[in-house]
């Protein structure tokens, strides 16, 4: 008897333990099939008189379907990555494209939602609702429906060429950063913390190795170039991880992104000129707040104005620091982060390693829980028995003070071998309310942090309390959702230059004392996090802020210029554009054999093409968002309210900028991003 395909399993959950790669495809072309006959079934002759409940309402299931099946393979593509379920991805995610620009360009189907749009029927809607056909036919519109045929099919695709691309792009990524290792003798390892050590350590064991194994994974990366005393470690690890999927460094040319990054600059560029844009990044701003060109640059330059001339005092302080008191002579990219920890110890008395026994993991996810219920009245509850990907994940139901579910999320936070490195968060599961039946939203939350070793709880970083609190604060935006369709609840809708608001804005409450004594506890002795060493942290909160913030604008003009500027005729001009960038913001320039654009995921394979400016964009509204609390209380339960209503529960529903005036009851300051750097004049 032939098993069910259980990614069409009708479950609460993924059975992840169930899940092979030969379900994919099967799967796909289920829903897939489904999903083109309802379209036939709504745009045939004998389709009723388009409502939002007969057109509109079908669309958004068999979308949230469509979302189901995938979701957990894409998710186990980026966590627990195999040669069988990589050949089948692949072709998974083109065949998605296909189908997605397919509905896209059905001109009978755009006449559909246009005929509801122009009717009566439509200003009776909720805003909600309103805002889906309104999105709906703006996505028409991207998708080429009003391009004549053979435009339209080359647009189709360019689509197709694109998820192919991308997603070669990152799985190159993946296997550059797990093609190189390299032993670490013991003189080598002078310097390194216990901490460190002990990820050195892990590292070789899993490897099947004795010693010490240096990686490129993020954990060990850091901790070697920020306090090997080696230079020459520093300096090999440097290049390794700085030249990965590319033409240089120890694996030249082996999983090299560079003629993908020029595809996909074609590509995006043709399909631009296709729908009638200049560029590829005049389609990014299509739907974001920014709107126009001038205005993510004017935005840009005038933050880079404010930040260069700080960030050159502090290069110049670092090097006469590093000159004078490390012997190093000429400062170069992979002293940067050493010299900067030594500086700060002496300045401050105070180094990250001295936090890193106060923020044991299970402590730092306690007090995140917390946080969550004291602002925003929710509480997170560990659910056992649930099917994982990995025995390291957990589970936890999201319960309402009437001890309702009102959704859950998967936590997975180590560095582990064949999973994708970074943060993120991700949708398992949409929230769907159609009358009928009531779907509550599931998240993905996923980390890298060092898992535990030698008996030691996995020890974080305080840059890994705020990653943690900012994936999290993506996951509320999703989990705590009001609206009740896919299309345009939780993180769905929302301007990509605003999605990044609560996350941000997440991350302020990790640099607050009354957060952090409810969970900064040594994991040994109980102790809590001590004044005086509060106050270090806190006074080097805004330590070198000049030369971080000019670093993200390098990351955020590359990206911008490079899709703005974009001509056919020349090429894709990578290094070039990247050249010119530094000249005007970089006050450091890495050699000329760095390559950091070909391990650039975030532009090339994850979804911020043309919007890496977004971050920041977006840490305008967060730092203005956030003084609200410092003004009413950090955990005042009225403010929580208003923001949970008006930014958290509303989604894409409506603009941002509106939900930010609901809430603040003003526009945006956009010197609050200023003081939040300690960079205000």
Known sequence: MTQPNPLLADAELPPFSALRPDHVLPALDAVIAGYRAAVDALTGPDAPAPTFDTLMAPLERHEERLGRAFAPVSHLHGVRDTPELREVYGEAVERITEHGTEVGQNAALYAAVERLRASAHFSDLDRARQTLVDDSLRGFRLSGVALPPAERERFKDIQTELSKLETEFEEAVLDATDAWTREVTTAELAGLPQSALALLAQAARDAGREGHLATLKGPVVQAILGFADDRALRAEVYAAYNTRASDQGPNAGKHDNTDRIGRLLSLRHEAARLLGYASHAHVSLADKMAGKPERVLGFLRDLARRAKPVAERELAELREFARAELGIADLQPWDVAYASEK????????????????????????????????????????????????????????????????????????????????????????????????????????????????????????DDVLTLFHEFGHGLHHLLTEVDWPGVGGISGVEWDAVELPSQFMENFGWQRQALDSFARHWQTGEALPDDLFAKMTAARHFHAGLFLVRQLEFALFDFRLYLEHDPARGARTLEVLREVREEVAVLVPPDWQRFPHSFNHIFAGGYSAGYYSYLWAEVLSADAFAAFEEAGVFDAATGERYRREILAVGGSRPALESFVAFRGREPQPDALLRSYGLAA
């Open 343 to 462: 500086l700060r110890t002496q300045r401050y008395a105070f180094a990250e390693e001295d936090l890193k026994p106060y923020f044991p993991l299970p402590a730092v996810m306690a007090g995140l829980f917390g946080v969550a219920e004291r602002v925003f009245g929710v509480r997170l509850r560990e659910r056992h028995g649930v099917d994982t990907w990995h025995p390291d994940v957990h589970y936890f139901d999201v319960l309402d003070p009437d001890g309702s579910v009102r959704a859950g999320v998967y936590l997975d936070h180590y560095a582990r071998q064949g999973k994708r490195g970074g943060a993120w968060m991700d949708v398992c599961r949409a929230r769907l309310n159609d009358g009928e039946s009531r779907q509550p939203p599931v998240a993905f939350l996923t980390c890298n942090f060092a898992p535990p070793s030698d008996g030691r709880p996995s020890l974080l970083t305080h």
